[in-house]
């Protein structure tokens, strides 16, 4: 330190370089020290662990001995996984594009309404997303009871018969996605309706003055204007509905025969519950590349949104 | 000129029917209120029939009765629950992680966000990408190597990390860390950089540049992240089913599936209850603070 | 109260110089403003004397003090921001001292320099407010009030004005000077409106492509200009730039004459005769304002040739009329009375006055 200044005395332009580059790396040093905490978090808790799972599913049961593939191999063999396989996809894929659909049209509802009455309406659209999945599951599962369902008292009043809810796996996988899409559908709206405020008033009105019909103006103008946040969200919802365990848990637990099981729960059931961590891991991995497509079209959408602005 | 005019007005006379674009933007309105109603019902139909369950002795709720309405309403099930030693556990379980969870998270998320937006340093694009990557990744993927990597640690150090509580307080970070610094950085990147050079030729350093000028400016965005983070925290249900087991260890949701469901008895009137009671605290602050919540639910993909 | 230098000062943004190397001198209390158009290095310049861009080389001096590594704290100056930069969730009172609190200072003094300068600005009356409750203009008084309090060596303006409208852009404009009367202080002042330029500045640093075009008083820039680049950026409507042939013989005599076309041809004002001759029988452009292009009326004094003009388009502007001719192909301006202004499609009697033409080198783009 002493030599530093005694050299920086003797040759004043040099003392300047280096008090400015001293001046920038300090800079990025305290940069740095305040986003460490949350670089460990994210290296500890989420990138070793996924790494570790792809470790994990090379494993035996006991976690003694490398199997390469063996698990994988397993599970093609089992008809549980090509059933999980489907009912993950078909669940994913339909409750996200009803979730979208209802959102859409919700959002335009709400958007019609006078300004000073939508906070009100908006309010009560949102709770279904604001009370935690798993207490709300409850509830759809006690209206779904076999012997006490206040929707088959519904039903049985206007003399037809009642549905085996969560009995018969059909509709079960249908109860699913119903309380799936209700859960999902306001966070949908929410996001729509955020899209469609956005869209500038004159639009509508220069496309009214060039003809435009009520459909052709949310057809030619809402829908392209919105293009971006209907596609962020859904990728979004894709994704948190394909990981989706709440749900599936608490209704059917997977029954009837493991009919309604997806990747979560059934990892869940054989990691956790069966003890068979490596073969847990290796079912949800196959999340991973789906969630990847996602993610990836994500950041694509929203670096498109960075450049239009 | 002005005698064409006339003309046409006499004219077509007859023919304008005056407020006919009033009357058609009024259908559109009462339709919309109809629909709007509809879904209004479908949307708050579990929540309503969870309280008018809540408020049904056991004899009621078995009773071949109209399910949807309340002939003796009772609060016996509140009472009941409340009073019971273990309920309360789970309530104050589940309150401290929130607490703990909301507060590390802020801090961690307000200090990354800020060093991320605004002071950048080597590989802070690139981190900034990454931690809005990690916050995709579902905790259905993270639980099964995490619970081994907990064993694994009581192996190696005798510390035992599952079955309690407080384990919760690493695990929920991986969910609310990523998506608050996400959002935190969309907030802060939206202030002004000369608001910061002003700050800078005012005298301030880059804490009190956090600290006095960046947080109670993005204090909204602070505030709607806060609200997000304890939602999560609350409502969390897989890693506590997952990583605890004894009864006195379960946080809110967990336990009340897990115990309130006895193998196959259903005591419903005490599970709407617990449920009801469960959903209660997020949806008291959504009550209150409703703009920040939707604030937050829309920052995520509309910032950044 | 300090004197500002800059030696040699160059900054590139990856590569792209943005200032290619500027000397400028700024004595103490002097408002020195920088105008030019964007991207000329003008706010690069301001930021790199406040400390919020570090020069790639040269020296910056304050006072006598060498303030490259000096963090922009510790230099000792103020600055006014183009979008004001006032703490949104601060009142006016907490803007304003700020800086203040952050060094300690004792209470008494801030609350002391605080109304001092609020009544400098005439705003004691907004000090509880927040800035969402303030007009454009009272925050700009706010931005510079929280520049007043700190009593600094140098005021720094970047681009103040630009975000007002046209009305009270003329009235922050004379309140800008009375506080710079007032409050004497050595002031660098960054704008890209050269009416802005010329009504404040002492001296106004022409700036373009990074580098200083000419410095000058006002009236040296307005009416000496040494560049093309000046002659044209200052004054508005612009200055007439036409391509002409100075050739030998005015009306018979040995003087020198401007020809702008087969039809018209002015005869240079004997006093510029010297300076021009060795640029005889080139190819210059010949630079006129559109005020030294009127209506005949009377006689002619010394300097003045009389053409006629056929109108092509005219624009009253109610205390005057510009009209516009062409030229063998380009539109040139004149400001005439409007009681004599001429309607499109007709030829009017006009007269230049070239005692204040300009030569320009197209080479070199210096004026002659």
Request: proline share 6%.
């Amino acid at each position: 330190m002493a030599d530093a200044v005694a050299r920086d005395l003797r040759i004043p332009v040099v003392r300047r370089r280096v008090g400015a580059r001293a001046l920038v790396s300090r800079k990025s040093m305290i940069a740095f020290f305040f986003a460490l905490p949350l670089i460990l978090i994210v290296l500890c808790l989420v990138v070793y662990p996924a790494f570790y799972s792809m470790h994990l599913a090379t494993l035996n049961k006991s976690m003694t001995k490398f199997v390469g593939f063996g698990n994988f191999e397993f599970l093609f063999k089992r008809n549980t996984f090509w059933m999980v396989v489907e009912q993950s996809v078909l669940f994913a894929v339909t409750a996200v594009i009803f979730k979208a659909v209802i959102g859409f049209v919700v959002a335009h509802f709400v958007h019609n309404i006078p300004l000073k009455g939508q906070r009100k309406w908006r309010g009560m659209l949102l709770i279904p997303w604001v009370i935690p999945p798993a207490m709300s599951t409850l509830a759809w599962l006690w209206l779904f009871d076999p012997s006490y369902s206040a929707f088959n008292w519904i039903l049985n009043h206007l003399g037809l018969a009642g549905i085996p809810w969560l009995g018969n796996p059909y509709w079960a996988r249908a109860g699913i996605i119903l309380v799936n899409v209700w859960v999902g559908s306001p966070f949908f709206m929410i996001m729509y309706l955020a899209a469609l405020k956005s869209v500038p008033e004159q639009l509508h009105e220069a496309a009214a003055i060039d003809g435009a019909n009520w459909f052709q103006k949310i057809w030619y103008v809402n829908l392209p204007m919105m293009r971006n946040i209907i596609q962020i969200t859904a990728l979004f919802s894709l994704i948190v509905t394909f990981a989706n365990f709440d749900i599936v848990k608490i209704l059917t637990n997977g029954g009837p025969v493991d009919q309604t099981h997806v990747f979560a729960t059934w990892a869940f059931t054989l990691g956790i519950w069966g003890n068979d961590i490596p073969l847990g891991a290796s079912v949800s991995l196959f999340m991973f590349p789906i969630l990847a497509v996602a993610a990836g079209l994500i950041l694509r959408n929203i670096r498109n949104r960075g450049n239009e602005a | 000129m002005t005698t064409a005019t006339a003309q046409i007005g006499t004219g077509e006379r007859s023919a304008v029917r005056y407020g006919s674009i009033a009357r058609g933007r009024k259908r559109t309105l009462y339709w919309s209120y109809f629909f709007l109603i509809l879904f209004v019902i479908f949307f708050l139909m579990p929540p309503v029939y969870m309280f008018i369950t809540s408020l049904k002795t056991s004899a009621e709720i078995g009773a071949v009765t109209n399910p949807w309405w309340v002939y003796h309403p009772t609060l016996q099930n509140y009472i009941d629950l409340l009073s019971q030693a273990q309920f309360l556990t789970f309530f104050k379980n589940s309150a401290l992680v929130a607490v703990i969870v909301v507060s590390v998270t802020m801090v961690v998320s307000i200090m990354a966000a800020f060093s991320l937006a605004r002071m950048k340093f080597w590989g802070s694009g690139t981190l900034a990408t990454g931690v809005f990557l990690t916050y995709l990744i579902p905790e259905s993927l993270l639980f099964i190597p995490l619970f081994k990597i907990f064993a694994f640690i009581h192996d190696l150090t005798g510390i035992e990390l599952i079955n309690h509580w407080w384990v919760l307080v690493f695990l929920y970070p991986t969910l609310t860390v990523p998506f608050c610094t996400w959002i935190m950085i969309g907030y802060f990147a939206s202030i002004p950089k000369e608001l910061d050079e002003a700050a800078l030729i005012d005298g301030a350093g880059y804490i009190q540049i956090l600290t006095r000028v960046f947080i109670p400016v993005a204090l909204p965005g602070i505030i709607a992240a806060t609200i997000f983070c304890f939602t999560v925290s609350w409502a969390n249900f897989l890693y506590p089913l997952a990583f605890t087991t004894s009864a006195d260890q379960l946080v809110l949701p967990v336990g009340i599936v897990t115990t309130l469901i006895k193998g196959d008895v259903y005591n419903w009137g005490q599970i709407m209850t617990g449920a009801l009671l469960g959903a209660a605290p997020p949806l008291i602050i959504y009550a209150f603070l409703m703009d920040y919540y939707i604030a937050g639910l829309t920052a995520g993909a509309t910032k950044g | 109260m300090a004197e500002v230098a800059l030696r040699n000062i160059v900054k590139t943004f990856d590569r792209t110089p943005a200032v290619a190397g500027i000397d400028l001198n700024i004595n103490d209390r002097e408002f020195v403003v920088l105008v030019g158009p964007s991207g000329c290095g003008k706010t690069t310049t301001l930021r790199m004397i406040a400390g919020l861009e570090e020069a790639t080389s040269g020296e910056i001096y304050i006072g006598d003090q060498l303030v490259n590594d000096v963090p922009p704290k510790d230099r000792d100056i103020a600055m006014v921001f183009q979008n004001y930069a006032l703490y949104p969730h601060m009142t006016v009172y907490e803007n304003m001292s700020f800086g203040l609190r952050l060094k300690k200072f004792p209470k008494a003094e801030i609350k002391e320099r605080v109304e001092n300068a609020a009544r400098i600005l005439d705003i004691t009356n907004l000090l509880d407010r927040r800035p969402k409750q303030l007009s454009g203009g009272q925050r700009q008084r706010v931005a510079m009030g929280r520049a007043i309090v700190r009593n600094p060596k140098v005021f720094l303006f970047d681009e103040p004005l630009s975000n007002l409208d046209a009305k009270l852009r003329v009235q922050m404009r004379m309140e800008i000077k009375k506080v710079h009367q007032k409050v004497t202080v050595t002031t660098v002042y960054v704008t890209h409106d050269q009416i802005e330029a010329m009504t404040l500045a002492d001296r106004v640093v022409v700036m373009n492509g990074g580098k200083i075009e000419q410095i000058g008083s006002p009236n040296e820039v307005y009416h000496r200009p040494t560049t093309r680049f000046v002659a044209g950026f200052i004054g508005s409507p612009a200055m007439n730039f036409l391509p002409c042939r100075l050739v030998e013989g005015s009306n018979g005599s040995a003087g020198l004459s401007v020809k702008l076309s087969d039809k018209l041809t002015f005869p240079v004002p004997p006093d510029r005769v010297g300076r021009y001759r060795p640029h005889a029988g080139r190819e210059l452009l010949f630079g006129l304002r559109p005020e030294d292009i009127i209506e005949k009326r009377g006689d002619l004094p010394p300097g003045r040739t009389a053409f006629d003009a056929q109108l092509d388009v005219v624009e009253p502007m109610g205390m005057e009329t510009m009209v516009y001719f062409l030229v063998d192909g380009t539109e040139v301006c004149g400001r005439v009375n409007p009681a004599v202004a001429g309607k499109p499609g007709e030829t009017m009697p006009l007269v230049a006055d070239l005692n204040h033409m300009h030569l320009i080198d197209p080479k070199t783009d210096q004026v002659l």
